[in-house]
């Protein structure tokens, strides 16, 4: 079962179509079939239980997401998208990116970086990405790995000292990421540093 925060629904619901919360109806539907929903709920299951690198990144990423079916499939009044947006300002994005690269070795929450540009988490993923190119947590998570690989080349730290740099919470999480992101292991990359350059 999942609980959505009342106030985290009225700014969706706001922000996509200008809708206020109190002047709409969500429409009961108990024992009805919603595949989007169903899937985006499983997904966002699997990813709080993963346990892996980002994975509250990636499952509040998928909160706007399911709202925005709650109210597409349910709501009495259906919401419209607002179009013409040209993503952040340039001082809320260099806000959100200095915050993110000065903190590489937290844990980064996307309400963190929504509350940094006074908006929503949904209305700031969907500026967000309109300015950079990928999610919010997706940058934070090439950022991360970006600054491991500085790290690595530098050998001046242990794999495990790199992963908590990096906001890993331990090593075995910081390899597996870093072997995804990169095709090979940190350690790998620190010996053949040099190699892995070139290429």
């Known amino acids: 079962?999942?609980?959505?925060?009342?106030v985290l629904l009225s700014q969706?619901?706001?922000?996509?179509?200008?809708?206020?919360v109190?002047?709409?109806?969500?429409m009961n539907t108990v024992n009805t079939d919603n595949l989007?929903?169903?899937?985006?709920?499983?997904?966002?299951?699997?990813?709080?239980?993963m346990g892996e690198l980002d994975e509250q990144a990636d499952a509040e990423s998928l909160k706007p997401m399911l709202i925005i079916h709650l109210w597409r499939q349910n709501c009495?009044?259906?919401?419209?998208m607002q179009?013409?947006?040209?993503?952040?300002?340039?001082?809320?994005?260099?806000?959100?990116?200095?915050?993110?690269?000065?903190?590489?070795?937290?844990?980064?929450?996307?309400?963190?970086?929504a509350e940094i540009c006074s908006m929503s988490q949904y209305y700031f993923c969907r500026l967000f990405k309109q300015s950079i190119g990928v999610a919010p947590y997706k940058y934070v998570l090439q950022q991360r790995m970006e600054k491991a690989k500085q790290l690595l080349q530098?050998?001046?730290?242990?794999?495990?000292?790199?992963?908590?740099m990096v906001g890993c919470a331990d090593q075995?999480?910081?390899?597996?990421?870093?072997?995804?992101?990169?095709?090979?292991?940190?350690?790998?990359f620190a010996e053949n540093s040099l190699m892995v350059r070139i290429f």
């Open 36 to 49: 989007p929903m169903d899937a985006i709920a499983c997904l966002l299951q699997t990813e709080l239980h």
């Open 22 to 26: 109190k002047n709409v109806e969500l």
């Open 172 to 188: 075995s999480h910081f390899t597996k990421t870093f072997k995804r992101y990169t095709g090979v292991t940190p350690r790998y």
């Open 1 to 6: 079962m999942f609980v959505i925060d009342p």
């Open 12 to 20: 969706t619901a706001e922000e996509m179509g200008g809708l206020q």
């Open 76 to 80: 009495v009044l259906l919401p419209k």
């Open 83 to 113: 179009h013409g947006v040209a993503g952040l300002s340039i001082y809320k994005l260099k806000r959100v990116l200095n915050y993110i690269h000065s903190n590489l070795d937290q844990q980064i929450q996307l309400a963190e970086l």
């Open 154 to 164: 530098q050998r001046k730290y242990a794999i495990a000292e790199i992963a908590l």
